[in-house]
């Protein structure tokens, strides 16, 4: 998935790292027309000629919409009590 981090620096010293991505995102989806299907011949009795059988249509898919998703951020101390090497 994609996603990207960030440095964060204060007056030249490294404070955090920043990591952010969207999750759930997804792109339209245009729908497909469906097919009609051909009528078939009808047959005739009285000169013993059989019909032939039409086709079935196909059915065509919905369009899907977007979706937006979510942002997922996660952050990362490098300095004080919660990470890294404090001074």
Do not use: C, H
Not at 4 to 29: C, H, N, S, T, Y
Not at 62 to 81: D, F, N, S
């Amino acid at each position: 998935v994609g996603e990207a981090a960030l440095l964060l620096r204060i007056a030249g010293q490294d404070i955090a790292v920043l990591i952010g991505g969207w999750e759930g995102f997804k792109m339209p989806k245009q729908g497909v027309a469906g097919k009609t299907g051909k009528p078939g011949v009808v047959g005739d009795k009285s000169s013993n000629r059989k019909g032939v059988a039409g086709t079935k249509g196909v059915k065509g898919t919905k369009p899907e919409p977007p979706e937006a998703g979510r942002l997922v951020v996660r952050l990362y101390a490098l300095q004080g009590q919660d990470g890294g090497a404090s001074k």
